[in-house]
C-alpha cells in the first residue's frame, strides 16, 4: 500500500505497534480512534531549521568538566541513510541514556542505583556529507521498571532523530550483542519480525574500537525502505 505522497508503507510486522498488550504503558497512550491527516504547511516541513550554531553538538558523553565517568568507555558510530541507502546529510542525532549503574540522570528516575556526578547521560551531534555521526560514551546498565514482575530493561540507548523540520522526528532504541534481557523484554519483542527486531542491536566493531581506549559498535539507521529501522512512539522506558 501506498500513501498519498508516494511512499510504501511498511509491513506492520517490521514496526512496533502503537498499543502492545506486554507493555503496559501503551494502552494508556496510544491513540484510542483513528487518525486524522493534519496537511503540513510550509512551517512544519521548512522549521525550525537544525544547525550546529544553533543547538550545540555534544559527541563526548564519559566526561564532564574534564572528570570521567564512571564505567566502561565505548564509541558509537554509525551512518543515518535513506530507503535507497543515500546518506542522510545534516540530520540532528541525539542520545540518551541510563549510567553504568543503570540510573538516568533525572529526577523521575528513583532507582536505587547511584549518580554519577560526571555523567549527564545525554548528547546531540549532526551527519556529515556521508551520513556518518559518532559518540563517545559509557555503556549503560540494566534496570528495573515494574512493567511485569522481576522485569528489567537490556541495556539500551535512546535515539532521536531530526530531518529539516520539527515535524519530521524519528525514535528509536539501540540495544547490545549477546544481551540476555533483550528475550525478555516487551519493547525490543514488539517488533514482531525478528529480522527488523534484530536491527536494533548494534555490531561490534573493531575498526572503531581505539586500542587500549574504547571498544566501538556500529549502529547504522535506515529510514524507510525494505530495511528501514524499527522507531517508536517512545515511552522514555
Do not use: C
Not at 42 to 58: I, K, N, Q
Not at 115 to 129: A, I, S, Y
Amino acid at each position: 500500500m501506498t500513501d498519498p505522497i508516494g511512499y510504501r508503507r511498511p509491513d506492520p510486522a517490521t514496526q512496533p505497534p502503537y498499543d502492545v498488550p506486554a507493555y503496559g504503558s501503551t494502552h494508556h497512550r496510544h491513540p484510542k480512534q483513528a487518525p486524522v491527516r493534519v496537511p503540513h504547511t510550509l512551517t512544519e516541513v521548512s522549521g525550525p531549521r537544525f544547525s550546529p550554531a544553533w543547538y550545540a553538538p555534544h559527541a563526548d558523553l564519559s566526561t564532564l568538566n574534564g572528570k570521567a565517568a564512571l564505567g566502561e568507555r565505548i564509541i558509537v558510530a554509525g551512518r543515518v541513510l535513506d530507503e535507497d541507502g543515500r546518506p542522510v546529510r545534516g540530520a540532528m542525532v541525539e542520545v540518551w541514556q541510563a549510567n553504568a549503574a543503570g540510573r538516568y540522570h533525572h529526577p523521575g528516575d528513583q532507582h536505587d542505583a547511584p549518580l554519577d556526578p560526571n555523567f549527564l547521560g545525554r548528547g546531540r551531534v549532526f551527519t556529515d556529507e556521508e551520513g556518518n555521526y559518532r559518540f563517545t560514551t559509557i555503556r549503560p546498565g540494566a534496570y528495573p521498571w515494574r512493567n511485569h514482575p522481576n522485569a528489567w530493561r537490556p541495556v539500551h540507548i535512546h535515539y532521536s532523530l531530526f530531518g529539516a523540520g520539527f515535524a519530521q522526528r524519528l525514535i528509536t532504541q539501540m540495544y547490545f550483542p549477546g544481551d540476555p534481557l533483550l528475550a525478555y523484554d516487551p519493547i525490543f519483542l514488539s517488533t514482531a519480525d525478528e529480522a527488523a527486531r534484530n536491527r536494533l542491536i548494534a555490531r561490534f566493531d573493531l575498526d572503531i574500537t581505539e586500542p587500549e581506549w574504547a571498544l566501538g559498535y556500529r549502529f547504522d539507521i535506515v529510514l524507510r525502505g525494505r530495511e528501514a529501522t524499527p522507531f517508536e512512539n517512545d515511552g522514555a522506558h
